[in-house]
């Protein structure tokens, strides 16, 4: 996913420029050398652009040179720029709290010169901070407040390119239709335009987008028009990435031959240009395909090589999830010492990037707390100042007249201020309520995966060793061996399970799509006492991952409510999916019971707790039942 970034002079995108061009770098330095500071300004900036595709480092010294130069001219213009410009290279060294102080004051210094552009430019670049810090709903408020100026100027290129940005910030919530609604817009204006590089950028993103929905051959043809357009243009750095989409396409179409070839390709464009985040990624993707395909001395090659990269790159997703891969290739190969070592590897990681997002969800959101708190303080600071000068004004009949004009404007904004801190403060607690969801969400996801993994790790080298026994039967010293071994392993497992097994999620949600995991669980409860019918209509598997754990959780409760008290034979179930809601009706012809009964705090995480997530997720619960007439469950959870 190519994000598309709002620069310098000539509103250039960074992504645009293919390797420094050293002669053009050497002109521009004895340009420097040569001419007065006064007039080096537009040279600077432009080596600093030049040198922020490969040396980082250079770029930031030449930046900082602008802004020296603009400060000395008292030229707030081209302080905003040069200001916009050290902002967003130290945005490509991740260093993002500061690159947003430096891309905020650069847009202070335009909205004071009233440049509507300059101002739409700066809150583009700050969705891209936001973005990258994974502030999704900040950097959409940004992008949007760009897009809606550039619309007003009729700026369609600049329209184009927020609007793909906005795509990738859907993308990165899943919210896989509007990711395809704007990269759909800015596809379009690039074909009006004939812009190819916008085109190659905007298909290689929508390429990408199309495989959640198993669109392969529209998401083949996409991605290989970006891919042509790149090769075309003479941009092979980015080549990887169209070509890495066709990998994922051809593997879930089997066609392992080229899946394999289109896998090693990214892996060599990236590596190629010292991509090293992306040669990591790639690197535990092709790993993971020759780990299912049965390749494991391969795939051990490549899962070993990802975390190479990724620990240079600080990728530490990546490397956690190739740890996993390397637990299972072990295991596969009969290495259980190094199969366990890496599983306990996969295990900590995980644990400490929980742990650490955890950490930073509540920073983040203690400190909006003390900032609400704060704006009450200084609103009540106020009430209290201007209480004591309409004392002092009481002297003059005139002037109490005027304090009362003064006191009830006061009252008036005061009575907004409050209703504003009041919406905020509502918007914080939604912000918290989300945030608890989510934090519980991936905890369950962690535990998911490390009982899934970790305990499944630990059966199948315990029923491979039993498998084993046989042969040994008459060896005992070899019998006693592995027969201990066994049930060391076997041990370690109970354990795991008593310590997890209470706090899962959905397994079969991390391993399937929605409706394939609602067969599975249908097919496993179904039995000669009770038939349960499952009817899906429209059903999406892309839709957002809460709502999925919702609907799952929700129809696995009435089966179990149903299996434990109703004495039901027949168990109806339909789901139906529109473009602006899901709805579900869960039904049993049971004996009924008194649907007050599940607001008790006795039933644990039964149908209350899923009442609380439907409410979060603004949808409806209804629960009807009736003594010996059954017991009817109707969900409606919008998905606008």
Do not use: W
């Amino acid at each position: 996913m190519r994000k598309i970034y709002f620069l310098f002079i000539g509103f250039l995108p960074f992504f645009g420029f293919s390797q420094p061009s050293t002669a053009k770098i050497d002109s521009l330095q004895r340009l420097v050398k040569k001419g007065h500071n006064e007039r080096n300004f537009q040279r600077i900036l432009n080596l600093a652009e030049l040198y922020s595709d490969s040396d980082l480092k250079t770029a930031q010294k030449f930046a900082k040179e602008a802004i020296t130069i603009a400060e000395k001219e008292k030229n707030t213009e081209h302080l905003a720029l040069a200001l916009n410009t050290l902002g967003n290279i130290l945005q490509y060294k991740s260093e993002l709290d500061s690159s947003l102080i430096f891309t905020k004051k650069s847009l202070e210094l335009r909205i004071k010169n009233n440049d509507s552009l300059g101002i739409a430019d700066s809150y583009n670049n700050i969705g891209i901070v936001y973005d990258q810090k994974a502030d999704y709903s900040e950097a959409l408020k940004n992008y949007f407040k760009a897009l809606e100026i550039y619309d007003k100027k009729k700026d369609e290129k600049k329209q184009a390119m927020t609007a793909s940005n906005i795509g990738v910030v859907y993308k990165a919530q899943k919210d896989y239709r509007k990711s395809l609604k704007y990269y759909f817009m800015a596809y379009e204006i690039y074909g009006k335009q004939k812009n190819d590089f916008g085109l190659a950028v905007t298909s290689g993103n929508i390429g990408s987008t199309l495989i959640p929905f198993k669109k392969y051959e529209d998401a083949l043809k996409y991605s290989k028009i970006s891919e042509e357009g790149y090769k075309k243009l003479g941009y092979d750095r980015f080549r990887g990435y169209p070509v890495a989409n066709m990998a994922v396409v051809f593997d879930s179409l089997k066609n392992y031959k080229l899946a394999s070839k289109k896998y090693l390709e990214a892996i060599k464009l990236h590596e190629q240009f010292e991509n090293g985040t992306e040669v990591a990624d790639n690197s535990k993707n092709y790993s993971e395909f020759l780990l299912r395909t049965k390749d494991y001395d391969k795939s051990v090659e490549f899962a070993h090589k990802a975390i190479r990269f990724a620990e240079k790159a600080d990728a530490n997703l990546i490397e956690n999830q190739a740890q996993h891969i390397l637990a299972k290739n072990y295991a596969a190969l009969g290495k259980y010492d190094l199969a366990y070592e890496y599983q306990q590897k996969h295990i900590e990681g995980r644990e400490k990037i929980f742990q650490t997002e955890k950490t930073k969800s509540i920073i983040e959101l203690e400190t909006k707390y003390q900032t609400a708190k704060k704006d009450n303080e200084i609103i009540l600071q106020k009430s209290k100042l201007f209480k004591r000068n309409v004392t002092v004004f009481s002297l003059s009949g005139l002037l109490v007249l005027v304090a009362i004009a003064s006191l009830a404007l006061f009252r008036s904004r005061q009575k907004n201020e409050k209703i504003k801190l009041q919406r905020e403060i509502l918007h914080q607690q939604d912000l918290a309520t989300k945030a608890v969801m989510n934090a519980e969400d991936n905890e369950r996801k962690r535990m998911a995966t490390h009982l899934h993994d970790g305990i499944g790790q630990l059966l199948s080298a315990a029923n491979m060793n039993v498998e084993v026994l046989d042969e040994v039967r008459e060896n005992d010293e070899s019998y006693s061996k592995i027969l201990g071994k066994t049930k060391e392993i076997l041990d370690e497992a109970i354990a795991d399970v008593r310590s997890l097994s209470h706090q899962i999620m959905p397994n079969m949600l991390i391993k399937n799509s929605l409706s394939n995991a609602l067969r599975e669980l249908i097919e496993k409860s179904n039995s000669p006492k009770l038939n349960i019918n499952l009817k899906m209509e429209g059903l999406d598997d892309a839709i957002d991952q809460n709502i999925q754990v919702v609907l799952y959780r929700t129809i696995q409760e009435c089966i179990n409510n149903t299996i434990k008290h109703a004495e039901a034979s027949h168990i109806n179930i339909e789901i139906i999916q529109d473009m602006q809601k899901i709805s579900t009706e869960i039904s049993d012809n049971g004996k009924g019971f008194n649907p007050l009964r599940v607001h008790s705090k006795s039933d644990g995480l039964g149908l209350e707790n899923i009442r609380s997530r439907i409410d979060f997720l603004k949808g409806n619960l209804t629960i009807k039942s009736s003594q010996n007439e059954g017991t009817s469950v109707y969900v409606e959870i919008p998905l606008i």
